[in-house]
């Protein structure tokens, strides 16, 4: 099982910036991918950055110049930095991690946070 512990949210003018924080714990052999998603309201949850364990790192179109992600493998973290937000940022954002374990690999998702870019 993994636990993910999400942290920085929040209300942001547009422009602004924003650092989201994501944490693993819990049992595992390894945690593999780990990525942010978001999804605004009625709307489908979609991929804003990934890292895989290696260093490789993915980002949406939207993403792409704005957003920078980091991994430290060694406290199983991710962050998040967003920069020159706008309002269609506005999205609730999810933690995503992928968990090596003795029986296979399995999905885990945190609990969400707020991000609302807005005057």
């Known amino acids: 099982q993994v636990r993910l512990v999400e942290s920085g949210g929040g209300l942001v003018q547009p422009g602004g910036s924003l650092r989201l924080s994501c944490a693993a714990s819990?049992?595992?052999?390894?945690?593999?991918?780990m990525a942010w998603h978001r999804q605004a309201q009625g709307k489908q949850r979609e991929l804003v950055a990934l890292?895989?364990?290696?260093?490789?790192?993915q980002y949406s179109a939207s993403a792409k110049g704005r957003f920078t992600i980091s991994r430290d493998n060694a406290k199983n973290t991710i962050d998040l930095q967003m920069e020159n937000l706008k309002p269609e940022d506005t999205a609730v954002y999810y933690c995503?991690?992928?968990?090596?374990?003795?029986?296979?690999?399995?999905?885990?998702w945190g609990q969400g946070t707020q991000v609302t870019v807005s005057f």
């Open positions: 819990g049992g595992f052999l390894d945690i593999l991918d």
């Open positions: 890292t895989t364990r290696g260093g490789r790192i």
């Open positions: 995503f991690a992928r968990g090596d374990h003795e029986v296979g690999t399995w999905d885990y």
